[in-house]
């Protein structure tokens, strides 16, 4: 499949080890914000989402927190695997009030066997 | 199931030519939107619909258009094809009581 993005930060981890990507959002009014996986020459997945009167929320071996003093957010891999390989995106929605999503540029995820 | 699919899966067009990419889905989703990736841009917002007639600019709509007919599908149209626009295409769907987008397998478009 075609590359997503040659010059994206990249984390580079063992497997077995455990993952965290890091976001920053940019404006402290959104109160929704998404996690998104994409594979090489596929769409992006939904991983796992967070509203903003929550600062952890926990899915299958991945956690998201929110951290709204410094507008940050992070996602947590436990025990990562070579099939979460891929680039990462957070998203915010708008602040207008609509149904749109804001992406940010994404990190690469490379598992070392 | 339901899903959300993109043809074609790859084109290759010349400048000039009108090209249209199709998007269909079968969740019933209200919410349809069409982005556009590139490296180092992440994700921008080409067009969008929240229903049948309805459709809106997003952040990067010069020289694509959209129409919404019926609910399952929002067409993009490249009026006139330039080489600024070989891109990867993602269309997604959304339900309006849910923030979450699933997206489909997206059209690599490259402009000659």
């Known amino acids: 499949g075609e590359s997503v993005g040659l010059h994206l930060p990249t984390l580079s981890v063992q497997e077995g080890d455990n993952s965290i990507i890091n976001c920053a959002y940019s404006?402290?009014?959104?109160?929704?914000f998404i996690w998104y996986k994409q594979e090489s020459g596929k769409g992006p997945q939904f991983i796992i989402d967070?509203?903003?009167?929550?600062d952890k929320r926990q899915g299958q071996r991945v956690t998201v927190l929110l951290n709204k003093t410094v507008k940050h957010l992070s996602l947590q891999i436990a025990a990562t695997q070579p099939g979460d390989s891929a680039v990462y995106f957070c998203?915010?929605?708008?602040?207008?009030?609509?149904?749109?999503?804001?992406f940010g540029s994404g990190t690469r995820l490379l598992v070392r066997p | 199931d339901a899903e959300i699919t993109q043809s074609p899966r790859h084109k290759i067009t010349e400048t000039g030519r009108q090209v249209t990419l199709a998007c269909h889905q079968t969740?019933?989703?209200?919410?349809m939107f069409w982005y556009r990736q590139d490296l180092g841009h992440g994700l921008r917002l080409i067009h969008y619909?929240?229903?049948?007639?309805?459709?809106n600019k997003g952040e990067v709509s010069d020289g694509y258009s959209v129409s919404r007919s019926n609910t399952e599908d929002l067409p993009l149209t490249l009026e006139s094809a330039a080489s600024s626009q070989t891109s990867v295409y993602f269309c997604a769907s959304s339900d309006p009581g849910l923030d979450e987008q699933y997206f489909g397998p997206g059209t690599r478009l490259t402009v000659t």
């Open positions: 404006n402290s009014a959104s109160d929704y």
């Open positions: 967070i509203r903003s009167n929550m």
């Open positions: 619909s929240y229903g049948v007639h309805d459709t």
């Open positions: 969740w019933n989703h209200n919410n």
């Open positions: 998203a915010e929605n708008s602040q207008d009030s609509s149904y749109k999503l804001i």
